[in-house]
């Protein structure tokens, strides 16, 4: 039997990162928190390159963890962050299918 | 007079992503787009360091959307895999507020 959950929210996400770190976070700083942040980047690299796709989740997760508990740090919202940069279509081109060319950057 | 918009969630977002940029980033491939990801990523340490509340909401939004976008390459859910790492409690101690050892990971 599988219980469904509701599909979690960035808002609920950040709280549950900055209840669970932001007391140790805000000890350690932005710039220590980045170099924790960037170790975990490295991982999700080599989990990209030869791991499994359980491997490849958990440190998508861990980097998600990381970027999140930097942005509780710098009070930066990020769900309001992604929806004012992205929720109005490709910041490039304006369409919800981008159009730009090839070549540029997305 | 303010809209009020429900909470973003982490499935919304990756759809509006897939939606946006899946064909052009499974033609990139998982190397081109992380590369694109980790340039990303300095942008946001350089606003971190000394950029505005703004930019450093930008940047953060940015480095999602790469992440995001990789994700979607690998067919990784970062809704499921947030929850299956974090939803518990932190991985180090099972507790929901961390009592890690300062001097470990988190």
Redesign the interface.
């Known amino acids: 039997m599988t219980r469904q959950?509701p599909?979690?929210?960035?808002?609920?996400?950040q709280q549950?990162?900055r209840?669970?770190?932001l007391?140790?976070d805000v000890?350690r700083g932005?710039e220590g928190t980045?170099m924790?942040f960037?170790e975990e980047?490295g991982e999700l690299?080599a989990a990209?390159r030869d791991g499994s796709?359980a491997e490849?989740?958990?440190e998508?997760?861990?980097?998600?963890?990381w970027?999140t508990t930097?942005?509780n740090v710098?009070?930066?919202?990020?769900?309001?962050?992604?929806?004012?940069?992205?929720?109005d279509?490709?910041p490039g081109c304006g369409?919800?299918?981008?159009r730009c060319a090839?070549s540029g950057?997305?």
């Open positions: 959950q599909d979690l929210t960035f808002s609920d996400f549950l990162i209840t669970m770190y007391r140790k000890a932005v980045f924790w960037m980047v690299a990209l796709h490849r989740a958990e998508f997760a861990d980097v998600l963890a970027l930097i942005a710098v009070n930066v919202d990020l769900g309001e962050a992604v929806r004012r940069k992205y929720g279509g490709c369409q919800f299918e981008c090839d950057k997305p």
